[in-house]
């Protein structure tokens, strides 16, 4: 249909028409009028007829698209007792195909070593053909076995997930514990846990934390496809304990290894931390004379003993080396003894696994050995000893010198870091 045809002819004759009428005289305006209208409404009406027409070709052309046969992608996560022969048949993979992806990924990740839980992806082309298998080796990276159909080949490659890094701030006032605040922000247990290490030397998380304390973070996220998939480190954080305020920011030593470090450039960690488990609860204190729970007798108890379940983590509270490590008689059971500089030693005793032996060198927070019940003991905690030039002090009560402060060389970046994380901070 020519709508700009229709519309020329249409003016022509309506021009032609206007002005014979204009000679005979007004009277004729109206008709005039209603003759314009007319032809206008059919040119119109035609337009119309012919959008629709359009409109319907490109839906057809639309609804044809769709018709065609799509790439696809299927997602899964290994379950227990799955293999990746397992998963890939079950996903219409040729046997033939599925021997192809294991042995060409051979070189660079051994697919026999799947783990439950891990995701995998497939995708096919849009005539359903094989195109590649990825599966997450960790949270880091991903193995990828791509088929090159030209030349026949399936090429593998190990590839670091493109991360998305933001940096977000939370907060929170305690009722009873700093896990317990941290899990009602819906945080993991880990946050928690990286907090009591910054603050460790400063506050003891088993007997300082008390209704009211309050504490802030700033925190790396690391997201994938706008999806959170795990936190980084903490930037910066403050503590409020009992009315005195701790804060500490992420820097890196003049070793480039991160520590935390107040504003003014004191390092937050001591040369011994305050405790040696993470999680705990105080059952037992340093004293001249406490009765024994198994003896029945009264006699000096020159420890702390922590309550914890068998297993937990023991790791040294400071850089040392190890001058005993096992059985002992006296009821200590499993004892590892620790000497560190300045005349002090440290005790862990009840272990049910040792993990160093005579003469090794540990550094602070070194997983040493486990919680036990070993030799004189109720129930499995650890009994904690600190020793100064040989004689037993209250672990509890203990002030030990700070650690390495921020080089002067790095204090300018360090202070210019400070301003910025404080403000995020606040």
Request: glycine share 8%.
């Amino acid at each position: 249909m020519n709508i700009r045809h229709t519309d020329s002819s249409a003016r022509r004759y309506l021009i032609e028409k206007a002005e014979i009428l204009r000679r005979r005289g007004t009277q004729w305006l109206p008709f005039i009028l209603l003759l314009s209208l007319a032809l206008a409404a059919g040119i119109s009406h035609r337009w119309m007829s012919h959008r629709a027409n359009l409109s319907e070709i490109a839906n057809s052309e639309v609804e044809s698209e769709l018709s065609l046969p799509q790439p696809r992608s299927v997602d899964g996560y290994f379950e227990k007792n799955q293999t990746v022969t397992h998963v890939l048949l079950a996903e219409g993979l040729s046997i033939e195909t599925v021997h192809e992806i294991i042995n060409a990924a051979k070189p660079v990740y051994n697919l026999a070593k799947v783990h439950v839980g891990r995701l995998y992806q497939l995708h096919f082309t849009a005539d359903n053909k094989f195109h590649d298998f990825r599966y997450h080796v960790d949270d880091n990276s991903y193995l990828t076995v791509s088929h090159d159909p030209e030349n026949g080949l399936y090429i593998p490659a190990i590839e670091n997930h493109q991360f998305e890094t933001r940096v977000e701030r939370i907060s929170a006032n305690i009722d009873s514990s700093l896990f317990a605040a941290v899990a009602e922000l819906g945080e993991k247990q880990s946050v928690a846990v990286e907090l009591s290490d910054i603050f460790g030397s400063d506050i003891d998380f088993n007997t300082d934390v008390r209704k009211g304390d309050s504490f802030q973070a700033l925190i790396e996220r690391k997201y994938l496809d706008g999806e959170l998939s795990k936190n980084g480190a903490i930037l910066a954080a403050s503590f409020s304990n009992g009315g005195k305020t701790f804060t500490g920011f992420r820097f890196e030593d003049e070793n480039g290894k991160p520590a935390y470090y107040a504003q003014d450039g004191k390092s937050l960690r001591r040369s011994f931390l305050k405790a040696p488990l993470k999680v705990i609860r105080i059952t037992s204190r340093f004293s001249t004379a406490r009765m024994h729970p198994i003896h029945k007798v009264v006699r000096p108890h020159l420890g702390v003993d922590y309550g914890a379940p068998t297993g937990t983590h023991v790791q040294a509270v400071g850089a040392g080396t190890v001058t005993s490590a096992g059985w002992t008689r006296g009821g200590g059971g499993n004892v590892i003894s620790i000497r560190h500089a300045g005349g002090y030693e440290t005790r862990y005793m009840h272990l049910s696994r040792i993990l160093v032996k005579n003469g090794a060198r540990v550094s602070q927070g070194d997983v040493i050995g486990h919680v036990g019940a070993t030799g004189d003991a109720t129930g499995p905690h650890l009994d904690f000893r600190v020793y100064k030039n040989g004689k037993a002090i209250d672990p509890t009560k203990v002030v030990f010198p700070p650690g390495n402060p921020v080089a002067n060389g790095k204090m300018a970046e360090f202070t210019e870091l400070c301003a910025s994380l404080m403000d995020q901070l606040n």
